[in-house]
RNA sequence: GCCCAGGUGGCGGAAUGGUUUACGCGCAUCACUUAAAAUGAUGUGAGAGAAAUCUCAUGUGGGUUCGAGUCCCACCCUGGGCACCA
């Protein structure tokens, strides 16, 4: 028999895949839909990652499978192209980002079709693409129609180096997360989307879909719902310990607040509080807070608060760890209470009151403050009760004398949408001197992004948009006097919102996608990602989902939740253990892994390296592992000569079913390939193989390996493709052994094992073990206290 | 500091409370070969022993149980996320 040879196999069986049109998600058929989506990637001029692979790889196993099992199944691909370092590699080279994207996606295209996934190409989208962003910007009206996009002047995080304003989300360690240089700070107008008015439904509605425990609890406490009280002092201060109350000696307000403004005249040291908040201006968010910095602050002298619980007067300093954007921008300071209000009273001698009594009786209030709950001390009629019980009271009482009331804050901030910058979409807004912020009539969509000289950002910050005087002047939709364009773009998130929407009807010129369609396709029944993508894209994804089901772009038969079920894959590191990165130079390119052993091997050696979910180090020794065992597949095929052959392994193959067939659904690749390498180890053994078992082999196979067992298939003389038969269901009577091995154990300990009928009886087993030479060495001369027997696995005796 | 995930051979890892180390890699020996590669066969947790066999091993220390990698408690380490959030 001639080699296994992948080079010439692959490219044939992709080829017939995409003549025959054999992955096609049919919009008018009859069979139950199911919607498989993997995160689209960013198409970077370095190519396919194995990390890309590893999503792309595991979910088209399972898409191949559901078309098998009968569904018809949607398994879409598309590029989410706008974004920086298109944009940078632009300036370096002046190459326009448009022309680079249409190289970059044709690699990576190029690069996915030679791992041969199953994707439904017809359907490909690209962010970039003005008919694909006209919709994104649509969207974006439509939010600002409705009050959820607005302007608002920020001090927000500034890169100096990339000239663009970054999300808190976006800066880590301090440093921009795109280029690494340290973050300033910079007073911008900037377009917010109202992300906390769903702050609740984000939260509630995942009690709807299958999501794994920790993404669900990473998404809560990042919108951190916190409930407690506004108190007036008479200046509002948000608390979730208004039982703590009569212990607040002070107040501390943000350097920001707006109070400071305006009761200047008041304050008497008001240059050295100035010379306070300038200095506070220039730190980022992350240094303000950092924990090992000391706390500084300053008393605004001059003016008091008065605690509304006792009318004392306290005194109000500002600090730059309170921020202003969390709450009110002011807190109570309880420094019996609270380990920072602790701190900063220690510092400048400022009284601390106890108010809880500590549970446990170890602490010292000299040294620490006490932050649990308990019973109330010092705290006038409420002294006695319990913390819980006395934050109600307290609250309850506070409203009535009409200086308090209930509320409820997020940690979610709104999310700042513009960014500074050429490559993302242009945000459809016109300024109009008498009108204000006008949004961009829908019939004149998309607002293209027009040729510019140069990509690099103004020295003021503004988008290179700024400098192209034509595009920008343009008359008011409203009074038809002269306006202005926003010459702001949208964050790289905005086309990766509703992304998936658009795969349902991606050629649809009227609506982003047509309504019957989005009631067919929708919702996805899985999704799989990255765990990066947990509280930025898969949240604001969800927001922005629920925000067109509310406005009835999308049916309201979809229901209220993008994505059934959710899973992430986990990171391919280098070989060693450490991340790949260019810079260390160990970078594992697919398609040279594809080149020396093919995609059938590259495909099971990235399911079979470990447990999917998992991160995992690259091995190449392991492709060479998986290539022997196609080898030995290929081999089989000698074996079916003899059409006569007898079916000779019902057993091994029933149990691959089952086997296969559960650890497809739960992820687990990497059992199920050593499933299948079991079969093939027992098949090999075999001195000829039935066509039967043979077939049921390739079926089982063929999610995993498509090209090697579509080859086989064919040259065995079967009928149709391998990839479109059906997946077959196992014989639970063919699962069961018949004879097995009882482990017979002394107190616990293995002694003796015996080869019996499955379902021996107890008594029968016991009589058995009794009676061997190796037990008895143990049980002889001693009592048997206890026996325990375990059906078909073990029997115990206790001595 | 808090939250999440994890810690099992030389390596990646497997294991509904019931034979620890499946499957694969690597290594060793043998066969084929002038030789190497490839392929095939056998072996391969550690310690003791000529062998049968015995003892000890799932980060550490306790506990529950006839029986714990798995359940409970405390701690150590690694990776990831969050962090003056009022």
Request: net charge positive; aromatic share 10%.
């Amino acid at each position: 028999m001639e080699k296994y040879r992948p080079e010439k196999i692959e490219k044939k069986w992709q080829k017939i895949w995409e003549e025959m049109d054999v992955f096609r998600a049919l919009d008018k058929s009859k069979k139950p839909k199911y919607y498989v989506l993997v995160e689209f990637p960013y198409p970077s001029g370095e190519g396919l990652h194995v990390g890309h692979c590893r999503s792309y790889i595991g979910l088209d196993i399972l898409a191949r499978k559901r078309r098998m099992q009968g569904f018809n199944v949607l398994f879409p691909m598309g590029w989410d192209a706008f974004g920086l370092p298109t944009e940078n590699y632009a300036i370096k080279t002046g190459i326009h980002p448009a022309i680079a994207t249409k190289k970059n996606t044709t690699n990576f295209k190029r690069q996915q079709k030679n791992l041969g996934l199953s994707f439904d190409w017809k359907r490909e989208i690209n962010t970039t693409d003005p008919l694909y962003y006209k919709w994104t910007q649509w969207i974006f009206i439509q939010l600002f129609k409705k009050g959820l996009a607005y302007k608002a002047k920020m001090p927000i995080n500034w890169c100096p180096s990339c000239k663009i304003g970054l999300a808190n989300e976006e800066v880590i360690d301090g440093k921009c997360e795109r280029c690494g240089k340290k973050a300033t700070r910079k007073e911008r107008e900037q377009w917010f989307l109202k992300i906390t008015k769903y702050a609740d439904r984000l939260i509630q509605d995942l009690d709807k879909v299958d999501y794994p425990e920790r993404v669900k609890i990473s998404q809560k406490e990042w919108i951190g719902r916190s409930e407690g009280a506004e108190i007036k002092f008479p200046i509002p201060v948000f608390t979730t310990r208004p039982d703590t109350l009569f212990g607040c000696t002070y107040l501390v307000l943000a350097p920001e607040h707006p109070l400071i403004e305006k009761l200047k005249h008041k304050i008497r040291n008001y240059k050295q509080v100035k010379d306070y908040i300038e200095k506070s201006k220039k730190k980022i968010e992350k240094e303000r807070i950092a924990e090992d910095k000391e706390k500084t602050g300053i008393e605004l002298k001059g003016i008091k608060a008065t605690n509304p619980v006792n009318n004392r007067k306290i005194p109000i300093f500002i600090a730059d760890y309170v921020l202003m954007h969390y709450g009110t921008g002011a807190i109570m300071a309880v420094p019996g209470h609270d380990q920072r209000d602790f701190d900063f009273a220690k510092r400048y001698n400022l009284p601390i009151i106890e108010v809880i009594k500590p549970k446990d009786s170890k602490y010292d209030p000299s040294k620490q403050a006490y932050e649990g709950e308990g019973i109330l001390i010092n705290s006038g009629r409420f002294t006695g009760m319990k913390s819980e019980q006395a934050k109600q009271r307290i609250t309850e009482w506070l409203t009535r004398k009409g200086s308090a009331k209930t509320a409820v804050h997020y940690r979610l901030r709104d999310w700042i949408f513009s960014r500074q910058r050429y490559w993302g979409e242009p945000i459809p807004m016109i300024k109009c001197e008498k009108c204000g912020w006008q949004p961009v009539p829908e019939k004149d969509l998309p607002v293209e992004l027009p040729k510019v000289k140069g990509y690099k950002p103004t020295k003021s910050g503004e988008s290179p948009l700024a400098k192209v005087k034509t595009w920008i002047k343009v008359a008011c939709p409203e009074c038809g006097n002269a306006g202005r364009r926003e010459t702001d773009v949208m964050p790289n998130w905005a086309g990766s919102n509703w992304y998936y929407l658009r795969y349902c009807d991606s050629q649809n010129d009227k609506k982003l996608a047509g309504a019957k369609l989005l009631e067919k396709w929708m919702p996805v029944d899985w999704y799989n990602g990255g765990m990066e993508h947990t509280t930025l894209h898969l949240l604001y994804s969800r927001f922005i989902y629920k925000f067109l089901w509310d406005i009835g772009a999308v049916p309201r038969g979809v229901g209220p939740e993008p994505y059934k079920k959710r899973t992430s894959h986990g990171i391919v590191l280098g070989e060693g253990g450490i991340k790949m990165s260019k810079s260390k130079g160990n970078v594992i390119n697919p398609e040279q892994v594809i080149k020396e052993h093919g995609a059938d091997a590259m495909r099971i050696y990235e399911m079979f390296m470990g447990p999917f979910e998992q991160m995992i180090p690259w091995d190449t020794k392991g492709v060479k592992g998986v290539r022997r065992f196609l080898q030995k597949v290929w081999q089989l095929s000698e074996k079916i000569q003899n059409p006569n052959a007898k079916i000779q392994n019902p057993k091994l193959i029933h149990k691959t079913i089952k086997k296969v067939s559960e650890d497809i659904e739960n992820l687990k690749f990497n059992t199920a390939v050593s499933a299948l390498m079991i079969l093939a180890n027992g098949l090999e053994k075999q001195k000829e193989i039935s066509e039967k078992d043979y077939s049921l082999f390739l079926i089982l196979l063929s999610p995993f390996a498509p090209h090697i067992t579509e080859e086989l298939w064919e040259r065995a003389g079967f009928k149709g493709m391998c990839c479109e038969q059906k997946w077959p269901k196992y014989d639970s009577k063919l699962v069961k052994e018949k004879k097995i091995t009882l482990v017979i154990q002394i107190n616990g300990k293995v002694r003796d094992k015996i080869e019996v009928e499955a379902d021996i009886s107890e008594k029968e087993a016991k009589k058995i073990a009794l009676s061997r030479d190796k037990v008895l060495k143990y049980t002889r001369g001693k009592e048997i206290k206890k026996t325990i027997f375990i059906s078909g696995k073990l029997i115990n005796f206790v001595i």
